[in-house]
């Protein structure tokens, strides 16, 4: 209890003097499996950057993924990323990506390396500026189950990972570093909830930044296959 006080203070103390403050950071996920190998997943996020109460930010996306193997998953995806500054769009992004997903279990632990390569279009229509991005990213997330050998209905579930990203041609290349701790709990067959912290370090060549989100949400899982054993994915904030 004395160091839960000792680091809440320590966090308070860190907000107050760096004048930060808590964003928002809400997700709908689904996951469909309409097929043994294949998924289809999709994704809409809400999140409050300057004002926790006022959205400022939305994201949607989706794609498709192949279960190669029982612990590895390419997927190739697109989305539709936009921010908004005082009341109106002030960038929009569409955005494609490969990726590759590789599991290592040991135990009930699981370590799952993400790889990613994005290529992004922006317009900007106060502007009406246009650029393009390359980034590259790589996460490692660890996640447990709590009480029982995996994740299954009635699971309470822990996650913590870091996730690193690298750009091309803006500089500096190292532009992001994402650290997250939280958890979350399977319900039934189909739906799962998650909730954490998100510190977000923003590096630029003339300043750097910290964002602190509050992690929500609801994870949708569809199994259309009818296989006996039912498997989980619950995504982190992303």
């Known amino acids: 209890m004395k160091l839960f006080l000792s680091l809440s203070l320590l966090l308070s103390l860190t907000f107050f003097k760096a004048q930060e403050h808590i964003s928002s950071f809400n997700a709908l996920t689904l ?5 043994p190998k294949f998924f289809m997943y999709a994704e809409g996020q809400l999140r409050s950057i300057e004002d926790y109460t006022y959205p400022d930010y939305y994201e949607i996306k989706g794609g498709l993924g192949y279960n190669l193997t029982k612990n590895h998953k390419p997927f190739v995806g697109l989305g539709r990323y936009a921010t908004y500054k005082d009341h109106a ?5 569409f955005r494609v990506w490969l990726q590759d997903v590789i599991d290592v279990k040991k135990g009930v632990v699981k370590f799952e390396n993400r790889f990613r390569v994005e290529k992004s279009w922006f317009h900007e229509p106060q502007t009406d500026k246009n650029s393009q991005r390359m980034r590259y990213r790589y996460r490692l997330n660890v996640s447990v189950p709590l009480n029982s050998k995996e994740v299954k209905k009635g699971t309470v579930f822990a996650n913590v990972y ?9 500089k500096p290349t190292f532009a992001r570093n994402r650290v997250y701790a939280g958890g979350g709990y399977q319900i039934d067959n189909n739906f799962g909830i998650a909730a954490g912290y998100l510190w977000q370090r923003e590096f630029n060549a003339s300043s750097n930044q910290n964002f602190h989100f509050v992690y929500l949400a609801l994870n949708i899982n569809i199994d259309g296959t009818n296989h006996p054993v039912k498997t989980f994915d619950y995504p982190g904030a992303d």
Do not use: A, Q, R
């Open 162 to 170: 870091d996730e690193i990203f690298l750009v091309t041609p803006m």
């Open 31 to 35: 996951t469909y499996k309409f097929h």
């Open 89 to 93: 769009i002030n960038k929009e992004e």
